[in-house]
Structures are given as structure tokens and as C-alpha cells.
């Protein structure tokens, strides 16, 4: 069981900022290392609608300035 943290930790606005950056920088990195066929996986979420997970990926083939199947 965790006990919670009696004291609130007060961040600056920089200070949140700048951790925000980080976190989607180091996001950003790791799915740009996946294979496309992974980080389409990884986006996917059909329980929300949207794009299928062949669009996903000629998406991520595009951005990425990769052939895109026809």
C-alpha cells in the first residue's frame, strides 16, 4: 500500500515546462526507433475510431519520407 506524499512538491511553471518537453521528447524519440509496423501498433486504437492500422502505417511511411504502399 502507498502511503501518499503529505507535502505537495511546488513546481515552477518553467520547471513544469520543461518536464513536459522532456516527456514528449523522450515519447517522441522512442517511437521514431520503433519499426513502422510497431509504432503504427503502438498508435492504434480502434476504440476510439480513426484511421485503420494500414493507414497508420503509410501515415508514419509518409512522415518518415518512406515509400508508401500503393
Given at each position: 500500500?502507498?502511503?501518499?506524499?503529505?507535502?505537495?512538491?511546488r513546481?515552477?511553471?518553467?520547471?513544469?515546462?520543461r518536464?513536459?518537453?522532456?516527456?514528449?521528447?523522450?515519447?517522441?524519440?522512442?517511437?521514431?526507433?520503433?519499426?513502422?509496423?510497431?509504432?503504427?501498433?503502438?498508435?492504434?486504437?480502434?476504440?476510439?475510431?480513426?484511421?485503420?492500422?494500414?493507414?497508420l502505417?503509410?501515415?508514419?511511411?509518409?512522415?518518415?519520407?518512406?515509400?508508401?504502399?500503393?
Amino acid at each position: 500500500m502507498t502511503v501518499p506524499n503529505p507535502t505537495p512538491v511546488r513546481r515552477t511553471k518553467d520547471e513544469c515546462i520543461r518536464r513536459a518537453g522532456k516527456a514528449l521528447a523522450d515519447e517522441r524519440a522512442a517511437q521514431a526507433a520503433r519499426t513502422v509496423e510497431a509504432a503504427a501498433l503502438a498508435a492504434y486504437r480502434p476504440e476510439f475510431g480513426g484511421p485503420s492500422l494500414s493507414e497508420l502505417e503509410d501515415m508514419i511511411r509518409a512522415h518518415r519520407g518512406l515509400a508508401v504502399a500503393a
